[in-house]
């Protein structure tokens, strides 16, 4: 089901025309998800990706949309520094979280509290027993991977799940959207059209929800 689990995130600004300036260079250093990605300058990622409560309102809206309760396990992959597994933990401390990060350097810089919990590895191979999450979820990660990757990353997200799974990957409309993606896109790999995106879930077998990552000229998402 398409749902927009992210809706309640601020807006952010993006300077599309400042990312196009050295674009292979800054790219290059962002797919070493290291200082640069996660708080270096903007160009090459985040610009600094701080605590800032913004994961709050999602982890409350996870346990009402998927009925999360006492010892509900939940797999977060590609949880960076671990925000919305804190934000959930602090909801429910009885909530077994469990986060999947490529990034050494996200992990060493997440909240001591989660940092046991994050697991360093790739989501093509998923280090979990089948059915063994009541929620798995994969936001702006497996997009990341090559396409034939991806749909290992997308049929192992089933394989480890319960049912329940959110998938949230970069998209494109028309000659336009795809012109403007990827003057901003840095570490991105696979990106398709919706419609396609859907094929894709139907070819591996995904049944979770998901929906799309677009941008608009003016640097908004829809």
């Known amino acids: 089901m398409l749902l927009n689990l992210l809706e309640s995130f601020p807006k952010i600004a993006r300077d599309i025309k400042s990312r196009r300036k050295s674009k292979e260079i800054n790219r290059a250093k962002a797919l070493e998800f290291g200082y640069e990605y996660f708080d270096g300058n903007r160009n090459q990622g985040y610009g600094g990706y701080k605590y800032d409560g913004r994961w709050v309102k999602i982890a409350k809206n996870l346990k009402k ?47 001591n509290s989660i940092k046991s919990r994050i697991i360093k590895g790739n989501c093509k191979e998923l280090p979990f027993k089948d059915n063994y999450f009541d929620l798995t979820l994969s936001i702006n990660t497996v997009h990341n991977l090559e396409l034939e990757e991806c749909k290992n990353a997308i049929a192992e997200i089933q394989r480890v799940s319960k049912g329940k799974s959110f998938i949230q990957v970069d998209a494109y409309r028309n000659d336009s959207d795809l012109e403007v993606f990827k003057d901003w896109m840095l ?36």
């Not at 597994?85 to 992990?107: H, M, R, T, W």
């Not at 879930?201 to 640097?219: A, C, K, M, P, R």
């Open 65 to 111: 949309i998927y009925k999360l309760k006492d010892n509900s396990k939940i797999l977060d992959i590609g949880c960076a520094k671990g925000y919305l597994l804190f934000d959930l933990l602090n909801l429910n401390p009885k909530f077994q979280v469990y986060g999947l990060e490529i990034s050494e350097y996200a992990i060493n810089n997440s909240d």
């Open 187 to 222: 570490t991105a790999k696979t990106y398709l059209k919706p419609e396609q995106w859907l094929d894709l879930f139907n070819e591996v077998g995904y049944t979770g929800d998901y929906y799309w990552t677009i941008l608009e000229s003016d640097g908004s998402v829809v």
